[in-house]
């Protein structure tokens, strides 16, 4: 199948489709069935006590699969979650930005699953695990 965007491309795709998260994710890599994606960590993204907020962590892994599964399936913005499971393991690093590190599991014609590890840049040990699950729209 192969990757269908260039990282460029796909930022570009999703600067268009969702205006509404503009600057607050970026692209840093992307590979077959895998993607890297950043959270530009801003005030909008912290809770009472300056750390970042769970639904911020939750956002994260789910644009890291949605980046995964487009740049493995090309241009469909209305690919959707249907499933999440995530574990907040421990405070995430102040005033650092996250990376998520998302790898496709499975890549079917109608579904895909796919595990993300979430850690504060520069630090070793991960601030969260998710699982989630795509549905991919049937081809018009």
Do not use: W
């Not at 600067?15 to 801003?42: D, H, S, Y």
């Not at 690919?79 to 079917?108: H, Q, W, Y």
């Not at 014609?109 to 049937?138: F, K, N």
């Amino acid at each position: 199948m192969g990757l269908q965007f260039t990282v460029k491309e796909l930022s570009d795709f999703l600067e268009t489709e969702f205006p509404q998260v503009g600057g607050q994710f970026t692209i840093e890599a992307l590979g077959e069935m895998m993607a890297t994606v950043r959270l530009n960590v801003g005030e909008q993204h912290l809770r009472p006590g300056g750390t970042v907020s769970g639904p911020s962590i939750f956002a994260l892994a789910d644009v890291a699969i949605y980046i995964a599964v487009l740049a493995m399936i090309g241009r469909e913005a209305l690919a959707v979650t249907t499933n999440c499971s995530i574990d907040f393991m421990r405070k995430p690093a102040a005033g650092v930005d996250l990376i998520a590190e998302c790898r496709l599991l499975k890549l079917g014609r109608v579904l895909a699953v796919g595990d993300v590890l979430i850690r504060s840049e520069g630090q070793e040990a991960p601030v969260a695990r998710a699982s989630l699950t795509y549905s991919i729209p049937p081809k018009r």
